[in-house]
Antibody, heavy 124, light 107 residues
């Protein structure tokens, strides 16, 4: 079964750090771009970051540039999000999401597999 | 950044109704558009990608159309399990952006 499972969320003080992990299984992890998407309590979805299959290319939304770092370890089929200088407005459920890629390797850039999410709360 | 605007923000409908949700992009995104369904406390679920392609396992009552800046998600024959929030997302460029969501509620 194709699935991803996030971990690492929790309560952290403003200015603190946290590292999220996303363990993938059931697919060739290195062949797929991956993403982090977050959802603040009662709010809509916000794309946070993406990384290419090889890990050579990374992308961020402006509000996290310089504070968050996306990375991956293809040997462990695991995606990471290192979050530093956390702020109250980073409080959200963070989802790991896989790009939809067809059998020819073409990425449709939509997110076809999502984890259950991990809650990050930034509060003193 | 490309802004995605959904309308309406909420809609009340009955089982069996046809429901249409629109999504407008602030610039041309060709057909780089996806639609998701999200139920409370759950992760989003991909319904439509590339504007009109039905994701595997999604019922055929869901359909998508549009290109450029204007897109539509249609649910033909609303079922009880379809009451949820729906989001569009552009995949034309970074940063990826979502619409604000449309809540489909029971009338």
């Amino acid at each position: 079964e194709v699935q991803v499972l996030e971990s690492g969320g929790g309560l952290v003080q403003p200015g603190g750090s946290l590292r999220l992990s996303c363990a993938a299984s059931g697919f060739t992890f290195s062949s797929y771009p991956m993403n982090w998407v977050r959802q603040a309590p009662g709010k809509g979805l916000e794309w946070v970051s993406a990384i290419s299959g090889s890990g050579s290319d990374t992308f961020y939304t402006d509000s996290v540039k310089g504070r968050f770092t996306i990375s991956r370890d293809n040997s462990k089929s695991t995606l990471y999000l290192q979050m530093n200088s956390l702020r109250a407005d980073d409080t959200a459920v963070f989802y790991c999401a896989k790009n939809r890629v067809d059998s020819s390797g073409y990425s449709f850039r939509a997110f076809d597999i999502w984890g259950q999410g991990t809650m990050v709360t930034v509060s003193s | 950044d490309i802004q995605m605007t959904q309308s309406p923000s909420s809609v009340s409908a009955s089982v069996g109704d046809r429901v249409t949700i629109t999504c407008r992009a602030s610039q041309d995104i060709s057909t780089w558009l996806a639609w998701y369904q999200q139920k409370p406390g759950k992760a989003p679920n991909l319904l439509i990608y590339a504007a009109s392609r039905l994701q595997s396992g999604v019922p055929s009552r869901f359909s998508g159309s549009g290109s450029g800046t204007d897109f539509t998600l249609t649910i033909s024959g609303l079922q009880p399990e379809d009451f949820a929030t729906y989001y569009c997302q552009q995949a034309n460029s970074f940063p990826r952006t979502f619409g604000q969501g449309t809540k489909v509620q029971i009338k």
